[in-house]
């Protein structure tokens, strides 16, 4: 999972924390490669706590500045993706790392990040550039 | 024929669709058993025609992601299976429920709950937890 241009939206300061947690995805799942997964799982459960707050708080901020007319969707979106991180988080304080915990963070993550930027993290970028153009 | 503990890869996403063929082939059986094998014959059929599919591409993507290295042998397993599946399932469509019919589609998801998920499948369950949860 690398970050490449198929992924920019074109606006520095999204992309820049894009790249973050696609490096951050690659070395857990490199560390799930090489029997370390349970060692790196950890660290993934305290930046995505960081980051999703961070990051979400940005985007949203972002879309209200400029009046983004999808800015209620997508703060549902992103509210969504907290809850159910939330939920898995509280569930690796109970039970620790299982198999079945890495997994679903992994495909929580992999899924946010194909589906949710490519699609609708390009529009707030689409809106704003057609914006500064008109 | 029942699902037990034995079997679980960890995986909730691939252990709860074991379950779920462990549970139609028990519906299967129980119809032969009772004379009535060649009523049920479409529907395990209807049914392994969309599991087959989706559980298949879902658990070869679960190995691609981890770097499963008898990737490539057990896709061809999951073919291998398809292939013969589908042997049976044109047989059933040129000719109506025969009992031979009934007879070889019982063989063929049997040894596919015995070989393959009681022997292939755990062996993706050993490799996760000594890598990937490790």
């Not at chain 1, 983004?68 to 509210?79: C, D, R, T, V």
């Not at chain 1, 809850?83 to 993550?109: C, P, Y």
């Not at chain 2, 503990?5 to 379950?19: M, R």
Request: some cysteine; overall charge negative.
């Amino acid at each position: 999972m690398e970050w490449n241009e198929s992924f920019a939206t074109g606006i520095k300061e999204i992309d820049d924390q894009h790249k973050e947690i696609f490096k951050e995805v690659g070395w857990l799942l490199d560390a799930c490669r090489h029997g370390k997964g349970q060692e790196k799982i950890g660290d993934m459960v305290r930046f995505l706590g960081e980051y999703v707050s961070k990051h979400f708080w940005m985007e949203e901020t972002l879309q209200q500045i400029n009046d983004f007319p999808l800015y209620q969707e997508h703060k549902a979106m992103h509210a969504e993706f907290t809850r159910d991180f939330t939920k898995l988080r509280e569930e690796f304080e109970e039970k620790g790392a299982t198999l079945n915990f890495i997994h679903r963070i992994n495909t929580l993550v992999i899924d946010w990040l194909v589906h949710h930027i490519t699609r609708e993290d390009k529009k707030i970028a689409e809106f704003i550039k057609n914006k500064k153009a008109a | 024929m029942e699902w037990d503990e034995s079997l679980a890869i960890g995986i909730a996403e691939i252990d709860n669709q074991h379950k779920e063929i462990f549970r139609r082939v028990g519906i299967l059986i129980g119809a032969c058993k009772q004379g009535k094998g060649r009523e049920e014959i479409g529907e395990t059929l209807g049914f392994l025609k969309d599991y087959t599919v989706k559980h298949f591409k879902m658990e070869e993507g679960i190995q691609q992601l981890y770097g499963y290295p008898f990737y490539p042998e057990h896709k061809a397993m999951h073919e291998q299976f398809i292939r013969n599946f589908k042997g049976i399932k044109e047989e059933f469509e040129k000719k109506g429920p025969s009992l031979p019919l009934v007879l070889l589609l019982n063989k063929a998801v049997v040894n596919w709950l015995t070989d393959h998920i009681g022997r292939e499948d755990k062996k993706i369950g050993e490799f996760m937890r000594k890598k990937v949860a490790a």
